[in-house]
Nanobody
Framework: QVQLVESGGGSVQPGGSLRLSCAVS?????????MAWYRQAPEKQREVVAV???????GYAESVKGRFTISKNNAVNTLHLQMNSLKPEDTAVYYC??????????????WGQGTQVTVSL
């Protein structure tokens, strides 16, 4: 059974940095075509923050470009989100999401449980 477990959230002051991780168990990275980080602030809809494809091509929301970096380590089946120059408006619960290839045994989207990021003085 595929599971995504996130870590690395916490509280930080404006201008600080955090690194989120999303570890996959029950499968290798090979089954996933796309990986992404989403976030959901209180009373707001969940929004995509960054995406990365099988070939490593990455894309970012305008609000985080130049500050966040998405990366993946295929050797240890872990997705990362490096967040620098954090702002109070980055406060949210962050989720990793992975989408399998259609040929996977159980194709579809998989989500992590979420990790809280709080940016405040």
């Amino acid at each position: 059974q595929v599971q995504l477990v996130e870590s690395g959230g916490g509280s930080v002051q404006p201008g600080g940095s955090l690194r989120l991780s999303c570890a996959v168990s029950g499968s290798s990275f090979d089954i996933f075509n796309h990986m992404a980080w989403y976030r959901q602030a209180p009373e707001k809809q969940r929004e995509v923050v960054a995406v990365i494809g099988r070939d490593g091509t990455a894309g970012y929301a305008e609000s985080v470009k130049g500050r966040f970096t998405i990366s993946k380590n295929n050797a240890v089946n872990t997705l990362h989100l490096q967040m620098n120059s954090l702002k109070p408006e980055d406060t949210a619960v962050y989720y990793c999401k992975m989408t399998t290839a259609t040929w996977a045994t159980n194709p579809g989207d998989y989500w992590g449980q979420g990790t809280q990021v709080t940016v405040s003085l």
